[in-house]
Every structure is written in C-alpha cells, then in structure tokens.
C-alpha cells in the first residue's frame, strides 16, 4: 500500500489549501483516514480524522476552519484547509488505516503560512 499526498505549499494568513492523499496498492477496505502535522520542535499531532460512514472529529485548534472529506471510490482523503494562520506551519501527514489492522503514512507535505 502507497499513500501520495500533495498540496501542499505557500498560502498567506488567512488564505486556503487544500491537501490530498491517495490510496493504491492491494487491499479490501479503507477505515479510518487522518491527516496529522508535526511543526518543528512540536509533536506530531492529529488534525482531522474521517471513518468510512464519513463521520469526522477535528481537533479545537482547527475546527470551523479544515474540513476532510473523502472520496471512497478514489480511495482518497481530502483536508480543506481554510481562514489559514501561521501557527498552522507544519509538516502534515496523511494517515490511513487498511484491512481493519494496519496503518499506514503518506510522505509529508510542507504547508506553511506566512505574509
């Protein structure tokens, strides 16, 4: 399994991104999809989590600003990303569960908001 995780870039405060990841390789069923992001010298943390009904939890930081989505038939996850701030600089990473039992990451994405 392959996660290719794009969008990522330079957006002014206040701005929009919108980040993607997909899914290939051999298996039978997505669960959960999260994004996370790690800025430096912080932990990683979660961001946005989607399960496969499509109900999604975001952490307060983020919340009324990202929105993820999902595309089932893509095997794709989405993070809408809007009303950005430079404390949203980070590297995000994108997160799938797979079969029920493994996880996988996609290779980070820079995003990083500054005028």
């Known amino acids: 399994v392959q996660l290719q995780a794009s969008g990522g870039g330079l957006a002014q405060p206040g701005g929009s991104l919108r980040l993607s990841c997909a899914a290939s390789g051999h298996f039978f069923v997505i669960n959960g999809m999260a994004w996370y992001r790690q800025a430096p010298g912080k932990q990683r943390e979660l961001v946005a989590l989607?399960?496969?009904?499509?109900?999604?939890n975001y952490t307060d930081s983020v919340k009324g600003r990202f929105t993820i989505s999902r595309d089932n038939a893509k095997n794709t996850a989405y993070l809408q990303m809007n009303s950005l701030k430079p404390e949203d600089t980070a590297v995000y990473y994108c997160?799938?569960?797979?079969?029920?039992?493994?996880?996988?990451w996609g290779q980070g994405t820079q995003v990083t908001v500054s005028s």
């Open positions: 997160n799938v569960g797979i079969d029920g039992h493994t996880e996988y």
């Open positions: 989607i399960m496969g009904a499509g109900n999604a």
